[in-house]
């Protein structure tokens, strides 16, 4: 029998595994990039506390004068600025990812200087990017010199016994004096065997609580970037039901002008040659009964194509059989006349609203019809059911699988973007060869 071994060699592991992660984090690159984020703070927050003093001092000295309000839109615009540096420094070297906050939006449209300006100053955005420049400078005071300490004593004093030769050598003592007083002639010197490994063993302290003293300082970047230099939660969700709303309206209009093609080209277009055949058969009543009744069975049948045509778009609309009987049963029937076999769960002790029973059963159908185009399925099931204030839905289908959301355009993507539209959600798992499970959640109500 071969015996397989890692790149280690038999029965090793990982050398960063043999290694505590305790003793290993000093070393990581982690603590280097977040030391190196704590040492570019305070200059950068020098710079920018004193651009927001002076800016803010000057605009506010210079409201007596129009020329006031433009400085003081410049302070913001600049403080904006600072925020996207802050931001691109935040994700380079702790790796934070942090959403750019909303641009600055004249009311009503309005374009020009002095509306881009009056727009700023309402920001509340702008304000807080000016808190930020204001409230980091103390902070980045206080975290550069802890950082430093603990950065500059753990690794002086660990490394102590290789570089102690230089006192005696060019500082003419024997070593590092912890205290002196000339006028007694007392002196203490870190020179005995003891001294110079005690002061390694605690530099050596110092420099394994090193990293969680980064991580800690640094926590607190992260929640002044998050909470002051991101957007705000509720611009955030105004901002995207805005882009919800671009989306409802586009979907609405796509869908009357599907209905309204459907009209033109298909019942319209059979009741106009209705129409012209019974005219026809009006003029041959008398000329010739046989060809008149021929034609009047042709329009007949006409009829019913149109009728036909009629239901399946009053179907596609809003079926009458989900407003009768619920979700439940219109599912049932959209089942029925799937190509591919379709087991129907359905677990509802009330009714949802009606909104969310039509978005649901359009869903399903939409993946039904997917179903049945593309999977090469043998059997598909759906289930729905109630969890919490949500409504749960399930398609699967053992199918060759392959679905996903990813590609722009597709029919899954533009599902998703009417669902995310009422705040539900959509997920695809679909590996290929199979077999896909979509499941949606939708709000109740």
Request: net charge neutral.
């Amino acid at each position: 029998m071969a015996t397989a071994y890692g790149p280690y060699g038999p029965g090793s592991e990982p050398r960063h595994r043999l290694v505590p992660p305790t003793l290993r984090a000093p070393f990581e690159a982690r603590v280097w990039r977040e030391f190196l984020y704590l040492l570019i703070s305070l200059p950068m927050a020098v710079l920018t506390f004193a651009y927001a003093v002076v800016m803010l001092s000057l605009g506010a000295g210079l409201l007596i004068t129009f020329l006031g309000v433009p400085v003081l839109g410049a302070a913001l615009a600049g403080c904006r600025g600072i925020g996207v540096v802050e931001r691109a420094r935040a994700r380079a070297l702790l790796r934070l990812e942090v959403a750019e906050p909303e641009p600055v939006r004249a009311a009503g449209g309005k374009r020009g200087p002095v509306s881009w300006v009056g727009a700023l100053l309402k920001s509340g955005t702008s304000w807080r990017h000016v808190l930020y420049a204001l409230l980091h400078l103390p902070w980045a005071i206080f975290a550069f010199t802890v950082a430093m300490v603990f950065a500059c004593y753990g690794w002086g004093f660990a490394t102590y016994p290789l570089w102690r030769w230089v006192f005696p050598a060019y500082v003419d003592q024997p070593g590092i004096e912890l205290f002196g007083d000339d006028d007694r002639g007392r002196h203490f010197y870190l020179d005995t065997p003891f001294e110079v490994a005690a002061s390694c063993g605690l530099g050596v302290l110092v420099l394994l609580a090193t990293p969680w003293v980064m991580r800690a300082l640094t926590s607190v970047d992260r929640l002044l970037v998050i909470g002051l230099l991101g957007p705000s939660r509720l611009a955030a969700r105004v901002w995207e039901l805005e882009s919800d709303r671009g989306t409802v309206v586009d979907t609405a209009a796509a869908d009357l002008r599907r209905i309204e093609r459907d009209l033109h080209d298909g019942a319209q277009a059979r009741l106009v040659a209705l129409a012209m055949d019974l005219g026809l058969a009006k003029e041959k009543l008398d000329e010739d009964p046989q060809a008149a009744a021929r034609m009047v069975d042709e329009a007949h049948g006409e009829i019913k194509l149109a009728l036909q045509e009629l239901r399946d778009l009053a179907r596609g609309i809003h079926p009458a059989i989900l407003t009768d009987r619920g979700l439940g049963p219109a599912l049932s029937a959209l089942a029925a006349r799937c190509t591919v076999p379709v087991t129907v769960t359905a677990d509802l002790p009330e009714r949802p609203a009606p909104a969310i029973e039509g978005i649901a059963y359009f869903t399903v159908s939409e993946l039904l019809q997917n179903i049945s185009k593309h999977s090469n399925a043998r059997t598909a099931d759906v289930d729905v059911w109630r969890a919490g204030g949500r409504v749960m839905l399930r398609v699967g289908d053992d199918g060759r699988g392959g679905a996903g959301v990813s590609a722009a355009g597709s029919g899954l993507a533009g599902l998703a973007e009417r669902i995310e539209a009422v705040d539900g959600v959509l997920i695809v798992h679909s590996p290929p060869g199979g077999p896909t499970s979509v499941t949606v959640e939708l709000p109740w109500r």
